[in-house]
Nanobody, 114 residues
Framework: VQLQASGGGLVQAGGSLRLSCAPS????????MAWYRQAAGNERDLVAS???????NYADSVRGRFTISSDSRQNAVYLQMNSLNHGDTGIYYC?????????WGQGTQVTVSS
């Protein structure tokens, strides 16, 4: 099973994007759904995570601007990103922590122009 991330693109500072991530097939035992971001030359950092569709956690840099949500029927996770700034530029990866290990998506590029 693969995770397919989409929704990235080029946006002006102050704009919004919505990222989506969904599995290509059946997947079970999901514990945590999360979004990570990797800027050029930097490590991959946690942006937001959600457990059981309710318990949400955000990086300080995005709290109040980004919202993570999930759809338990489709096992999908979303990231609504508002008030984007240049520091949000990077490749965004979704990751599911399951009972059988971690599954990563292929990444989607977000570029914020100032």
């Amino acid at each position: 099973v693969q995770l397919q991330a989409s929704g990235g693109g080029l946006v002006q500072a102050g704009g919004s994007l919505r990222l989506s991530c969904a599995p290509s097939g059946l997947i079970s035992g999901i514990r945590v759904m999360a979004w990570y971001r990797q800027a050029a030359g930097n490590e991959r950092d946690l942006v937001a995570s959600v457990v059981a569709g309710r318990h949400k956690n955000y990086a300080d840099s995005v709290r109040g601007r980004f919202t993570i949500s999930s759809d338990s029927r489709q096992n999908a996770v979303y990231l609504q990103m508002n008030s984007l700034n240049h520091g949000d530029t990077g490749i965004y990866y979704c990751k599911y922590n399951t009972a059988w290990g971690d599954v990563w998506g292929q990444g989607t590029q977000v570029t914020v122009s100032s």
